[in-house]
């Protein structure tokens, strides 16, 4: 079966290596950047390409860890594999404690290096879906009026309306009027869909006693 198709950014000091493994994700229908160092990487990496990546562990100057590193102290979430020529136990813990989807060794089986980027473009994939949900989201909240916002965070901590009536010093038939725009300009009806948005765009639901 023809797997589906991802970008993979490969980066690895060995020309013999990277060729090798070109050839093969390319006869596997993938996309393929190559790199022969973590500088080139780096300067010509464009993280809005969906994909994953397919480090070397062991380069001179900067090695896989050290550049998985770089990625995420840039905010890039971006799905890795490493390979190695030595199997580093410590070494491969630090990198899946770090967030990398596998850990390799030379000379890599196919079929495994193939399945290991399946799972991370399926990876990169709902991250990217997660991402543009909350856009999407953010951009519903934005809409809000201050009372809106107020009301909406009253509502997902658990309040009722006369309740928040009370804390805004207003009437509850004001809240009521307030919380059916908020719900409708947020396109949710029931409050667990509300708290499941809220909880989406980062607003820290407090729990009223």
Request: hydrophobic share 45%; net charge positive; aromatic share 4%.
């Amino acid at each position: 079966m023809t797997e589906p198709s991802t970008t993979v950014f490969l980066v690895d000091d060995d020309p013999g290596v990277l060729k090798a493994l070109t050839r093969l994700l390319r006869a596997a229908g993938h996309e393929v950047r190559a790199f022969t160092s973590p500088q080139e990487f780096l300067a010509r990496h464009d993280p809005s390409v969906p994909g994953c990546a397919v480090f070397d562990v062991a380069m001179p100057g900067v090695d896989g860890l050290q550049l998985q590193a770089a990625l995420s102290a840039g905010g890039i979430d971006r799905p890795l594999i490493f390979i190695t020529g030595v199997g580093d136990i410590p070494t491969s813990v630090r990198a899946m404690k770090s967030g990398a989807v596998d850990f390799l060794t030379k000379l890599v089986n196919d079929r495994e290096l193939l399945d290991a980027i399946g799972r991370a473009a399926e990876s990169d994939a709902a991250a990217r879906r997660s991402q543009m949900e909350v856009a999407a989201i953010r951009g519903r909240l934005a809409k809000l009026t201050p009372r809106e916002r107020e009301v909406l965070t009253h509502v997902v901590a658990g309040r009722l309306n006369k309740q928040i009536a009370y804390d805004l010093g207003t009437v509850e038939k004001t809240i009521k009027v307030h919380r059916g725009r908020m719900m409708a300009k947020l396109g949710v009806r029931t409050v667990a869909d509300l708290v499941r948005l809220a909880e989406l765009a980062g607003i820290r639901v407090q729990r009223g006693s």
